[in-house]
């Protein structure tokens, strides 16, 4: 008997591969396959317990594991196959039938129950998440005592294992798990002396700065950073220093601090290890998949959303995109391979930091999101969408910071006389 080849299937059961999953079943497929190397659904949700998620998506206050439940309860209204505890090791793209038809994929997959299989599937779905940088990773000079920890690592400590990880703690970067941990070790007894940050700006949401330090009185540092650590068994002492334009410390400028605690918040990366191995285009700024306005990247027939693209702010956003692919895949499943359409290029341009999608198919009648981060913090300022200098589209912002995404639309019909061109999308910052 031949294998059983599925519709499609979605690898990761966070909140994107959820999402995912549920819109390809609301949009018609019926042999779906969703595959999660943890224990349960839920992703990274499962241990952010703080509020703050959902307030796009259902216009209100849910901590992650409820957030997650939301979407948990809408697939298990489905008849969606989940498979738990079980690893993606590769995903093989098919090649496409001479005659036309579909690609069948192949998902390597192991785990403890079921041993090593693959999976075939007409489409697929690339969610797996993002992880955190880790001290190695930004070379941090000064012995290598315990005490260190990555944000993520000492939230699922506290907040799933019950352990606290420290006393007096140092916070090194200023991305949102770790404005969120300098709250919860507070809460939680320990005393978090500040949050250091080697940019002149924040990393994280300005809600996140007003509710986790200022209502702590946990002092900011910008332009600094750690320059040693000193402990023998544990941290003893960290010196964080100011750092100048040229990003060199200042001398002169070193302050010492007594901790048993250094938790690194520097940024996250897209969970791309499979994409890579894949040989699907990858983009080097966001080091996420190069996708078109339908999530699909390269690979006929293969999807990618959420933090495995783009690492988002906010979690509404994750599954607004998702359900973008998971629709698309439906679609693709259905209808087959996007027929023939006129492409434009997406390029970032001055003081934008990327744009998702990076390609854009010009179908008739159609609108697609466009996200992006700037470079720097900006006021009032103008969004533009040129071509060799001829202005396509404008849009006005109050206010911009690289550490929240904004987003616009861009209708294929504004672009059909570009088709076949690159078209910038580039900030600018205008009299108030």
């Known amino acids: 008997m031949a294998d059983k080849i599925y519709d499609l299937v979605v690898i990761g059961g966070g909140p994107a591969g959820i999402a995912a999953a549920h819109a390809a079943w609301d949009k018609g497929l019926r042999d779906v396959l969703v595959v999660e190397r943890d224990q349960e659904l839920g992703g990274i949700l499962n241990q952010c317990i703080h509020n703050g998620f959902g307030l796009h998506r259902f216009g209100e206050q849910l901590t992650g594991p409820e957030y ?22 590769t995903v093989e793209p098919g090649a496409v039938p001479a005659d036309g038809g579909l690609p069948v994929h192949a998902v390597h997959t192991v785990s403890s129950t079921d041993g090593y299989q693959i999976v075939h599937a007409h489409a697929a779905v690339l969610a797996m998440g993002c992880r955190e940088r880790t001290r190695g990773a930004i070379s941090i000079p000064g ?30 970067g200023s991305g949102d798990i770790g404005l969120i941990m300098a709250r919860r070790m507070t ?19 300005t809600r996140n700065i007003v509710q986790c330090l ?36 200042i001398p002169g400028t070193e302050m010492t601090f007594d901790v048993d605690t250094i938790l690194l918040s520097v940024g996250l990366i897209p969970e791309n290890e499979l994409t890579r191995q894949a040989a699907i285009p990858m983009d080097p700024h966001t080091k996420g998949a190069v996708v078109y306005e339908n999530m699909e990247t390269q690979a ?18 994750v599954s607004e995109e998702a359900e973008r692919a998971g629709a698309a895949a439906a679609a693709y499943i259905q209808a087959g391979a996007e027929a023939d359409a006129p492409v434009v290029e997406l390029a970032a341009g001055q003081d934008i930091g990327y744009t998702v999608p990076q390609r854009m198919r010009l179908v008739e009648d159609q609108t697609s999101s466009v996200s992006f981060r700037v470079r720097r913090p900006m ?43 690159t078209v910038e999308v580039r900030a600018e910052e205008v009299d108030a």
């Open 379 to 421: 006021g009032k300022s103008r969004i533009v969408v040129a071509c060799d200098g001829e202005e396509i589209r404008s849009y006005r912002r109050q206010r911009m910071a690289p550490g929240e995404m904004e987003h616009i639309k861009l209708a294929a019909a504004d672009l059909v006389p570009y088709a076949g061109r």
């Open 143 to 172: 012995s290598r005592p315990a005490g260190i920890y990555t944000a993520g690592a000492a939230q699922r400590y506290i907040n799933m294992e019950g352990y606290l990880v420290g006393k007096r703690v140092l916070i090194l």
């Open 68 to 89: 997650a439940e939301r979407f948990e309860d809408l697939l298990a209204q489905t008849g969606c196959e989940v498979r738990l505890n079980t690893m993606v090791l």
């Open 214 to 249: 200022n209502d702590f009185d946990i002092p900011l540092y910008l332009s600094h950073t750690i320059v040693d650590i000193k402990g023998h068994d544990r941290v003893e002492q960290a010196v964080v220093a100011e750092i100048g334009p040229d990003r060199k410390p």
């Open 300 to 317: 006929p027939g293969i999807f990618a959303c959420g933090n495995v693209v783009q690492v988002h702010d906010l979690v509404d956003f």
């Open 187 to 205: 809460l939680e007894g320990a005393k978090v002396l500040a949050c250091v940050e080697l940019m002149p700006y924040s990393g994280g949401l």
